[in-house]
């Protein structure tokens, strides 16, 4: 061996110990970001350019775990369990797309996560081409292995718009309030057809408010008409949740200003109409526009919702797939 070969390899060796420092810094730093994310999809004072950015630096801190290989994935198995949701769903996201794991082992650890912590299987999942997906996790396969892992499923297809009439009216018939939320949150943005409005309209009658206020959602994104008339109608009897007054605010005028009442002075007050400001449109102004109004460009915005929109009281955490 020669000099420069001698050079290399102590420079490579001194090198190798410092990897799983640097996957670990990608890992955390695209959790963050990934709660960033969300937070900027809806801010005031935040535009598209701005989110484009931040995308970018999701993206490169991607690239580096994918350098990363196979060091990146056992990391990303010793920080499946984490206490950060977050780094959870980074970790889950890895070993998805790098760790070829089996559909049965995927379902095992889904099967088997915190229900309060079932999002961080959401959030990766959605990153997940619809084709591993379906390699993956069949619906078939998924019904099997329990509600939690059907759910998870049964959003991570609605995500792609790819959940058939036939899976989603099974799935709107479940006995389960988790599987029946998750279909219900898809109809905002999946081709509507007769059998789909049908059960979209019966999910909004669901006596579980985790599923009534996400069909209600679903209904203010594709028919926002239906969604105002219902949302009048509640306020006026006294019979308006948080939700039912949030979707009020959003697609409501002048003429619902007394029926918003209750809303001021309180968090819930960011969704009532704010004056349009001088300048580069805003992701706040975006959004508003895209519940009121159809823009093919933003089509993919019609997929996220404010953090926390479904809660009684709105949460200062981020929690993933919302």
Request: with cysteine; proline share 7%.
């Amino acid at each position: 061996m020669n000099d420069l070969e001698g050079s290399r390899t102590t420079v490579a060796s001194a090198a190798a110990p410092v990897i799983p420092d640097v996957i670990g810094q990608h890992l955390e730093e695209l959790a963050f970001l990934s709660i960033q994310r969300r937070l900027l999809l809806f801010a005031e004072d935040v535009g598209l350019a701005m989110l484009r950015r931040h995308d970018e630096r999701l993206a490169a801190h991607w690239d580096g775990l994918v350098t990363g290989g196979g060091a990146s994935v056992r990391m990303a198995l010793d920080r499946l369990d984490a206490f950060d949701p977050w780094e959870r769903y980074v970790a889950a996201r890895i070993w998805l797309d790098l760790g070829s794991p089996k559909g049965a082992e995927v379902a095992a650890r889904i099967a088997h996560t915190e229900p309060e912590l079932l999002g961080t299987w959401s959030e990766a999942l959605r990153h997940v081409p619809l084709a591993r997906q379906e390699q993956l996790l069949p619906i078939d396969a998924a019904s099997r292995y329990g509600p939690a892992v059907l759910s998870v499923v049964v959003d991570a297809r609605g995500w792609h718009g790819a959940l058939d009439e036939h899976v989603a009216a099974e799935a709107g018939a479940n006995v389960e309030p988790i599987v029946r939320g998750a279909v219900a949150r898809t109809f905002g943005w999946i081709p509507p057809l007769a059998q789909s409005r049908a059960l979209v309209s019966a999910l909004a009658r669901d006596p579980s408010p985790l599923v009534s206020r996400r069909a209600l959602w679903s209904i203010a994104l594709c028919n926002p008409a239906a969604a105002l008339g219902h949302c009048r109608r509640c306020a006026a009897a006294g019979e308006a949740d948080a939700v039912v007054l949030r979707v009020l605010a959003l697609l409501g005028g002048p003429e619902d200003e007394e029926l918003l009442a209750p809303l001021a002075g309180t968090p819930d007050e960011r969704w009532l109409p704010a004056p349009a400001g001088a300048g580069q449109e805003s992701m706040a102004q975006i959004w508003r526009s895209v519940v009121r109004h159809a823009r093919p460009e933003l089509e993919w915005l019609r997929r996220e919702v404010p953090d926390g929109f479904f809660d009684d009281v709105l949460r200062e955490d981020v929690v993933p797939g919302e």
